[in-house]
């Protein structure tokens, strides 16, 4: 049955899915609702992936090995890697509006903060309540699943250090870098697993992105088709490098050694990282991807990260510690990650309502009066049509004249809504549209 999962992802990333013709470039590959879809794809993979571990990594004894997610096992860190560069590329993208860091622990923060939380005391009661020990430091072994947590607190409150208070775009950029070689260098010394480092950086690469956005999509253009294979053919090489690195040694007739494993599984990682989100990019540039399903895993990709173990672990073989009974095993590998999807989807989303609730309302008072025109600085912003040469669809939004980037603000179906649009943001004048 698990031979099922393999076509089943492929229709959920492709199902809805766009072709741009020869000649003609996705122009939407960095907007707000394709890098949603494709973040909800990778929260998925990320669930196989954890499921795997706890089914056919290798490094389980042999009697609990049961085959079929195989193709998982190594493939978390690159959906990460995705992750942290849409996470730079956002904030950086977001932060010239106005008021961006206002409540910033808030709107930021905390609706990180506080579902790990919830989850990290969810493992807890479980583990005293069947006496489950867990290895020290008692923080991480309970629920070691939340060390992507602290990583993006750190990033965020360095974007905040950076951007906010020292507001020179090259010194805070330096900045950036600096803090990140920081984090690598800490978690390097002093984290259990190279898990810990071998993706955050991407944050950085991903505000450099935003930065240069314009030149980076005509430089792709230019010989698209080498770019594109040279990424795909760099990631498989450095995959293959990290996750066998032992087989590769041995094939090439090298000495192997623990210290090599360690730093060419470390490099492998860190060079695959890079080339899979180009490849990510550079596909992206011709395929638009959306559909009902991947918009709606979008909406809480977080909730979806940390609620997952929760039942990786309950239907695995033993909870969180490997010498413990199982709670309620399902050996079946097909069942078993059924199980977890269809568990953890209403209470991941159901975590997403409660954030919502707690810390992204928006003070009333800022709101526009009913019927009153919503406010942007023409100064900063300016109003466009962006429509798609590959099925012209139209999208009205404002252009960032710092950034040249784009926020969708809602789809032009017709003239009402185009005139709904101008009467939204009190626009007279007539609207350029670019393709």
Known sequence: MQIIIY??????????ARLCKKGQWN?????FSQTKAFLGFCAVLILFHHASQRTCAPWLAPELIRHGLDAFVYTGYLCVAVFFFCSGYGVYTAHFKKGFFDRFAARRILPVLTPALIMWLVFFVIEKAKHIPVEEPVWLGTYDYIWYVPAMIYLYLLFWLSFKIVKKDKLSMALMIIGTLLHFFLCMLFSPGTWWYNTPFLFVLGIAAARHKEGLLAFSRKAYPLWLILSFVITAAGFAFAGYYSDVIALWGGVYTEEGH????????????????????????????????LKFLGMFTLEFYLVHPLFVQLFGFAFV??????????EDPFLYVLAVIVLTVPI???LHLLMNALWKREKKDTAPAAGSPAAYDPAVKKPLIKASICNGEQVAGFK????????EIMLIRNEADLAAFKRQYGITDKIEKIY
């Open 262 to 293: 360690f730093y060419g599984e470390l490099l492998g990682q860190l060079v695959s990282a890079v080339s899979f989100v180009c490849f990510v990019l550079l596909a992206g540039m011709k395929i638009r991807i959306g559909n009902p399903v």
């Open 321 to 330: 510690n490997n010498m413990t009974e199982p709670i309620f095993y399902i």
């Open 348 to 350: 991941a989303y159901g």
């Open 400 to 407: 960032d004249l710092h950034t040249g980037a784009f926020e």
């Open 27 to 31: 122009e939407e590959v960095l907007s």
């Open 7 to 16: 076509p089943a992802l492929l229709l959920l990333l492709f199902a809805g």
